[in-house]
């Protein structure tokens, strides 16, 4: 290491605008919160340059007994360098003189597009808010604003040709109390604001400073109830409406008359003024058609185009909102819903409701942004609901934001290209206050960092989490407030073939772990964590809880983890005759809200269909939108050991092994992993996976890790004939569209508490 003096920052060209510039943007606030000097001079212990070879947004970082070097490709490659070197100086001591480790770093980002997004439609956020949010973007590199502002509950931008867009859409008479919204109870209390256009030039040229470009949303067809209050003639009813009061999903939307195209291409033009960036978001989500269905305006619109049905129309809609765009040089993007119908052929899909969504669009050529709930939504619960501030559902831990893969498996390497790069959601309907927005965000956006900017095989966990404290820390001297993240080594339980296993713990923020070996609560009282201990379990199984406890004694959420010893479980003896590869399904139709609903099912038999599949997942063409499924057989592993089951479903799903439950993944919920262990002898064991579809979304999968955490090489089988692919499931035609609410349930029934079928 070298302490380095950073008395200046030297330009290798001192003519240069956007070198001078970056260097006082960079400096100004480490001036203010560290002390340092770091005046922009002619001669100093930080240089800062241009440097070719290194990609877009790239940088080199040189720390050595010379000084500091900062050199880019382009100038979001400087920007990068230099908040890379505002870490290690936050990281490096006291005071003036900071302490950095000699180093060379070469750095590019995988993805260009590396995505925060902001809804302040329901919860509206000042300009000052919303820079400081850029800021801490800025600050880990991300570099698309997806800025939220139209909403049922809240039209947040000045309109010039549309007065009472603001006057009377930013506005809403009292706000929903909790999640039920039947009955609905109102807290009595108006509520609203919005952007002048001055405050929005202001927040675009903050931005792009810190090279983020903004994408405004102003939603179509759609979350239009704001609007319609203001201007009732756009809808297909004609009113009278009120800003919505309550979170989901409204029927009243636009109707798709040639009034309501020119309100809209007018206020674009205004929004294309007011924002320079390529990107103009126009949601296309939770759009119900019953308003279209029952108005003869857009029957003869259907007519006269030849369009099959409300949902091409939606897709019509769309297309000529697009067109508008594109001869005014911007290009459109939409949520996933706007591939019903048919896309718009230059459109951008944002893939929310799981990852089919985003494989379909980029195997169609168009590309993609992946924000799927499943690990996306940071509006999800963090931890225990009963001990976490009230979300709309769901969970989304900071280990399943790090675990998240943009690009998925089944893409050709020519389809991946499509796909732009990730994108955190942060709705708002129970965030009312920047504190917990804050709250919300982090530590979760800084895992979204890495799995933007870092190459898969570079990504560690355990690693993520030493880093952490630092950053925490940081938080901690700004007065950020954070989620204290929980210990991490603790995920789930573990079983092992042996009397001791080595327990391991990491503390993912500054302060200490406080734990106990018989699972009750720890405190500040009980035992600390040192280093690797040792678990005897010959006596019994041990349970680890463990929490981190901050230095000025908060403390953080308890994780508790079961290890025990399991002796192995026995082979299928005698191993059948006539076995082939695969697995058998057996299917039933109907609504299943839980796998003991779909087994009861089954084995009444009425209306059971079989077919064969090559493994877990799910048989080809599934024909309804609610159907329970039954997948047996057995496995074939290749030694004897411990064996990790991570199974993925959308919604609920359970693992039997040998008759025991392994994993159980039951209940209505958006596509998510769950893992758990068994200790299986070398050869054949009997398997059974429960499953059901209750709408929206689909998945189904299951990896087989060996202890080494390495995929095994193990195989399915079950009694049939082989070489012989089994027909798919008949189809059912056009399987009836579910409508989501990603912020508030389906329809108008309220959410459950952990979330409702597909994205809460």
């Given at each position: 290491?070298?302490?380095?003096?950073?008395?200046?920052?030297?330009?290798?060209?001192?003519?240069?605008?956007?070198l001078?510039?970056?260097?006082?943007?960079?400096?100004?606030?480490l001036r203010?919160?560290?002390?340092?000097?770091?005046?922009?001079?002619?001669?100093?212990s930080?240089?800062?340059g241009y440097?070719?070879?290194?990609?877009?947004?790239?940088?080199?970082?040189?720390?050595?007994?010379?000084?500091?070097?900062?050199?880019?490709?382009?100038?979001?490659?400087?920007?990068?360098?230099?908040?890379?070197?505002?870490?290690?100086?936050?990281?490096?001591?006291?005071?003036?003189?900071?302490?950095?480790?000699?180093?060379?770093?070469r750095?590019v980002?995988?993805?260009?597009?590396?995505?925060?997004?902001?809804?302040?439609?329901?919860h509206?956020?000042?300009?000052?808010?919303?820079?400081?949010?850029?800021?801490?973007?800025?600050?880990?590199?991300?570099?698309?604003?997806?800025?939220?502002?139209?909403?049922?509950q809240?039209?947040?931008?000045?309109?010039d040709?549309?007065?009472?867009?603001?006057?009377?859409?930013?506005?809403?008479?009292?706000?929903q109390?909790?999640?039920?919204?039947?009955?609905?109870v109102?807290?009595?209390?108006p509520?609203?604001?919005?952007?002048t256009?001055?405050?929005?030039?202001?927040?675009v040229?903050?931005?792009?400073?810190?090279?983020?470009?903004v994408?405004?949303?102003?939603e179509?067809?759609?979350?239009?109830?704001?609007?319609?209050?203001?201007y009732?003639?756009?809808?297909?009813?004609?009113?009278?409406?009120?800003?919505?009061?309550?979170?989901?999903?409204?029927?009243?939307?636009?109707?798709?008359?040639?009034?309501t195209?020119?309100?809209l291409?007018?206020?674009?033009?205004?929004?294309?003024?007011?924002?320079?960036?390529?990107?103009?978001?126009?949601?296309?989500?939770?759009?119900?058609?019953?308003?279209?269905?029952?108005?003869?305006?857009?029957q003869?619109?259907?007519r006269?185009?030849?369009?099959?049905d409300?949902?091409?129309?939606?897709?019509?809609?769309?297309?000529?909102?697009?067109?508008?765009?594109?001869?005014?040089?911007?290009?459109?993007?939409?949520?996933?819903?706007?591939?019903?119908?048919?896309?718009?052929?230059?459109?951008?899909?944002?893939?929310?409701?799981?990852?089919?969504?985003?494989?379909?669009?980029?195997?169609?050529?168009?590309?993609?942004?992946?924000?799927?709930?499943?690990?996306?939504?940071?509006?999800?619960?963090?931890?225990?609901?009963?001990?976490?501030?009230?979300?709309?559902g769901?969970m989304?831990?900071?280990?399943?934001?790090?675990?998240?893969?943009p690009?998925?498996?089944?893409?050709?390497?020519?389809?991946?290209?499509?796909?732009l790069g990730?994108?955190?959601?942060?709705?708002?309907?129970?965030?009312?206050?920047?504190?917990?927005?804050?709250?919300?965000?982090?530590?979760?956006?800084?895992a979204?960092?890495?799995?933007?900017?870092?190459?898969?095989?570079l990504?560690?966990?355990?690693?993520?989490?030493?880093?952490?404290?630092?950053?925490?820390?940081?938080?901690?001297?700004?007065?950020v407030?954070?989620?204290?993240p929980?210990?991490?080594?603790?995920?789930?339980?573990?079983?092992?073939?042996?009397?001791?296993?080595?327990l391991?713990?990491?503390?993912?923020?500054?302060?200490?772990?406080?734990?106990?070996l018989?699972?009750?609560?720890?405190?500040?009282g009980?035992?600390?964590?040192?280093?690797p201990?040792?678990?005897?379990?010959?006596?019994g199984?041990v349970?680890?809880?463990?929490?981190?406890?901050?230095?000025?004694?908060?403390?953080?959420a308890?994780?508790?983890?079961?290890?025990a010893?399991?002796?192995?479980?026995?082979?299928?003896a005698?191993e059948?005759?006539?076995l082939?590869?695969?697995?058998?399904?057996?299917?039933?139709?109907?609504?299943?809200r839980?796998?003991?609903?779909?087994?009861a099912?089954?084995?009444?038999?009425?209306?059971?269909r079989?077919?064969r599949?090559?493994?877990?997942?799910?048989?080809?063409?599934?024909?309804?939108e609610?159907?329970?499924?039954?997948?047996s057989?057995?496995?074939?592993?290749?030694?004897?050991?411990i064996?990790?089951?991570?199974?993925?479903?959308?919604?609920?799903?359970?693992l039997?092994?040998?008759?025991?439950?392994?994993?159980?993944?039951?209940?209505?919920?958006?596509?998510?992993?769950?893992?758990?262990?068994?200790?299986?002898?070398?050869?054949?064991?009997?398997?059974?996976?429960?499953?059901?579809q209750?709408?929206?979304?689909?998945?189904?999968?299951?990896?087989?890790?060996?202890?080494?955490?390495?995929a095994?090489?193990?195989?399915?089988?079950a009694?049939?004939?082989?070489?012989?692919r089994?027909?798919?499931?008949?189809?059912?035609?056009?399987?009836?569209?579910?409508?989501?609410d990603?912020?508030?349930?389906?329809?108008?029934?309220?959410?459950?508490a952990?979330?409702?079928?597909?994205?809460?």
């Amino acid at each position: 290491t070298e302490a380095v003096s950073a008395t200046g920052i030297a330009l290798a060209d001192t003519a240069s605008v956007e070198l001078r510039r970056l260097a006082e943007v960079w400096a100004e606030p480490l001036r203010r919160a560290l002390g340092l000097r770091l005046p922009v001079a002619d001669t100093g212990s930080i240089r800062v340059g241009y440097v070719g070879g290194l990609g877009a947004e790239g940088y080199r970082l040189h720390v050595g007994s010379a000084g500091v070097t900062v050199a880019g490709a382009d100038g979001a490659g400087i920007f990068y360098g230099l908040r890379s070197l505002e870490a290690l100086l936050w990281a490096g001591g006291e005071g003036a003189v900071r302490v950095l480790p000699a180093l060379d770093i070469r750095d590019v980002p995988r993805f260009g597009y590396r995505g925060m997004h902001l809804d302040v439609g329901r919860h509206f956020f000042g300009p000052d808010a919303v820079k400081r949010y850029l800021d801490l973007m800025a600050r880990y590199k991300l570099n698309r604003f997806h800025w939220h502002l139209t909403e049922d509950q809240g039209w947040r931008i000045r309109i010039d040709r549309y007065p009472k867009l603001t006057d009377v859409g930013a506005f809403r008479k009292e706000t929903q109390v909790g999640k039920q919204r039947d009955p609905y109870v109102g807290d009595g209390v108006p509520y609203g604001g919005f952007y002048t256009k001055e405050e929005i030039r202001e927040i675009v040229a903050y931005a792009a400073e810190r090279f983020i470009t903004v994408i405004p949303e102003i939603e179509m067809p759609g979350h239009s109830l704001a609007a319609l209050a203001a201007y009732p003639e756009l809808s297909c009813t004609g009113g009278p409406f009120e800003v919505g009061t309550r979170w989901g999903v409204e029927e009243d939307i636009y109707c798709p008359s040639e009034a309501t195209f020119e309100f809209l291409q007018n206020v674009l033009l205004e929004v294309m003024e007011l924002f320079p960036g390529p990107y103009i978001h126009i949601g296309g989500d939770e759009a119900p058609k019953t308003r279209w269905r029952e108005s003869p305006l857009a029957q003869e619109v259907i007519r006269r185009e030849g369009l099959a049905d409300e949902h091409e129309l939606q897709s019509w809609f769309i297309r000529r909102i697009e067109t508008f765009l594109n001869r005014h040089g911007r290009r459109l993007i939409g949520w996933d819903e706007i591939l019903e119908g048919g896309l718009a052929p230059n459109a951008t899909v944002m893939s929310w409701r799981g990852i089919q969504g985003g494989i379909e669009a980029a195997r169609q050529g168009h590309d993609v942004i992946m924000t799927p709930t499943s690990h996306m939504y940071f509006d999800y619960y963090q931890g225990d609901p009963d001990k976490e501030p009230l979300a709309i559902g769901g969970m989304l831990p900071l280990e399943r934001v790090y675990a998240f893969e943009p690009v998925p498996e089944e893409l050709t390497a020519e389809e991946a290209r499509h796909i732009l790069g990730p994108q955190a959601n942060l709705w708002t309907e129970y965030v009312p206050t920047e504190a917990h927005l804050q709250y919300m965000l982090l530590p979760r956006m800084l895992a979204l960092s890495e799995v933007a900017w870092t190459p898969p095989e570079l990504k560690s966990f355990a690693h993520f989490a030493r880093r952490l404290p630092t950053h925490l820390a940081r938080f901690d001297a700004e007065g950020v407030r954070y989620r204290i993240p929980d210990v991490v080594g603790l995920e789930r339980d573990r079983l092992v073939v042996e009397d001791h296993v080595r327990l391991e713990l990491t503390a993912p923020a500054p302060g200490e772990i406080r734990y106990t070996l018989d699972g009750s609560e720890p405190g500040p009282g009980s035992r600390r964590y040192r280093g690797p201990a040792e678990l005897d379990l010959a006596q019994g199984p041990v349970t680890v809880a463990a929490r981190m406890v901050l230095p000025d004694g908060q403390m953080g959420a308890v994780r508790r983890a079961r290890f025990a010893r399991a002796p192995l479980r026995p082979t299928v003896a005698p191993e059948p005759a006539g076995l082939a590869p695969g697995l058998e399904a057996v299917w039933v139709e109907g609504s299943f809200r839980s796998v003991a609903e779909v087994e009861a099912a089954l084995e009444a038999g009425i209306g059971a269909r079989r077919t064969r599949t090559a493994g877990i997942l799910l048989p080809e063409g599934p024909p309804q939108e609610r159907f329970g499924l039954r997948l047996s057989g057995y496995l074939r592993v290749p030694e004897d050991g411990i064996y990790t089951f991570r199974l993925t479903s959308d919604d609920g799903a359970l693992l039997r092994i040998d008759g025991e439950t392994v994993v159980d993944h039951d209940g209505l919920h958006a596509a998510s992993a769950r893992e758990g262990d068994a200790a299986l002898a070398a050869g054949l064991h009997r398997v059974e996976v429960l499953y059901f579809q209750a709408g929206g979304g689909r998945a189904l999968s299951l990896r087989v890790l060996d202890a080494a955490g390495a995929a095994s090489p193990s195989t399915w089988v079950a009694p049939g004939s082989s070489g012989v692919r089994p027909p798919p499931l008949p189809s059912a035609g056009d399987p009836p569209r579910r409508r989501w609410d990603r912020r508030g349930g389906t329809g108008a029934t309220p959410p459950c508490a952990g979330g409702g079928s597909g994205p809460p």
